[in-house]
């Protein structure tokens, strides 16, 4: 008996590799972003959590809202005000210096109730001329490359959240994929 049991357990060990993972996948969700980058889209919908996700799915019920917005540090407002009295006494020969938090929020929405909210926080100093507009709508090289690597966090993040399972499992129980 022990010896049929050692090869039924070797050959669950030969066909474990073989047997497909279940992943966890949303249903259609619409995706809205400030942030203007199909990078930073791509990234999200390559994971299979979002693989069904779309920015033309106007009017779904689930929503993921991706925002940005820079909150000035204490220091910050003292430097940039210097620097801005600076930067105006010499015509703008001497950069204006600034330093915000970038702050990137994730919110997952149903019905516009937010089911999961996750927030990333991250320091920059940037040294710009006063005279030019680039970059005052948009993030920069910098703070792009950051968020690109928030998305990993925020994956793992929301999969923790059991809001968001017990949705995935009704979804499942009324409409069989």
Same mark, same amino acid.
């Given at each position: 008996?022990?010896?049929?049991?050692?090869?039924?357990?070797?050959?669950? =060990?030969?066909? *474990?590799?073989?047997?497909?993972?279940? @992943?966890?996948?949303?249903?259609? %969700?619409?995706?809205?972003? &400030?942030?203007?980058? @199909?990078?930073?889209?791509?990234?999200?919908?390559?994971?299979? =959590?979002?693989?069904?996700?779309?920015?033309?799915?106007?009017?779904?019920?689930?929503?993921?809202? %991706?925002?940005?917005?820079?909150?000035? &540090?204490?220091? $910050?407002?003292?430097? $940039?005000?210097?620097? /801005?009295?600076?930067?105006? $006494? *010499?015509?703008? =020969?001497?950069?204006?210096? @600034?330093?915000?938090?970038?702050?990137?929020?994730?919110?997952?929405?149903?019905?516009?109730?937010?089911?999961?909210?996750?927030?990333?926080?991250?320091?920059? &100093?940037?040294?710009?001329?006063?005279?030019?507009?680039?970059?005052?709508?948009?993030?920069? !090289?910098?703070?792009? /490359?950051?968020?690109?690597?928030? @998305?990993?966090?925020?994956?793992?993040?929301?999969? !923790?959240?059991?809001?968001? *399972?017990?949705?995935?499992?009704?979804?499942?129980?009324?409409?069989?994929?």
């Amino acid at each position: 008996m022990p010896f049929m049991l050692r090869i039924l357990m070797l050959g669950l =060990l030969l066909i *474990s590799p073989f047997v497909k993972a279940q @992943t966890t996948v949303l249903p259609p %969700v619409f995706f809205i972003s &400030t942030i203007d980058s @199909t990078d930073f889209y791509n990234k999200l919908k390559g994971t299979p =959590l979002f693989e069904k996700m779309d920015k033309e799915n106007i009017g779904n019920p689930l929503k993921l809202i %991706v925002t940005y917005n820079m909150e000035p &540090t204490a220091g $910050g407002e003292a430097a $940039g005000l210097t620097s /801005a009295i600076l930067a105006g $006494g *010499s015509l703008g =020969l001497l950069p204006m210096v @600034t330093n915000n938090d970038l702050v990137l929020t994730y919110e997952f929405r149903v019905h516009n109730e937010v089911v999961a909210r996750v927030s990333y926080r991250e320091n920059f &100093t940037k040294a710009h001329n006063m005279y030019s507009n680039e970059g005052l709508y948009s993030l920069d !090289k910098d703070s792009l /490359a950051w968020a690109m690597t928030t @998305t990993d966090k925020f994956i793992e993040d929301i999969q !923790k959240v059991p809001e968001l *399972s017990h949705l995935i499992n009704e979804y499942n129980y009324y409409f069989v994929q």
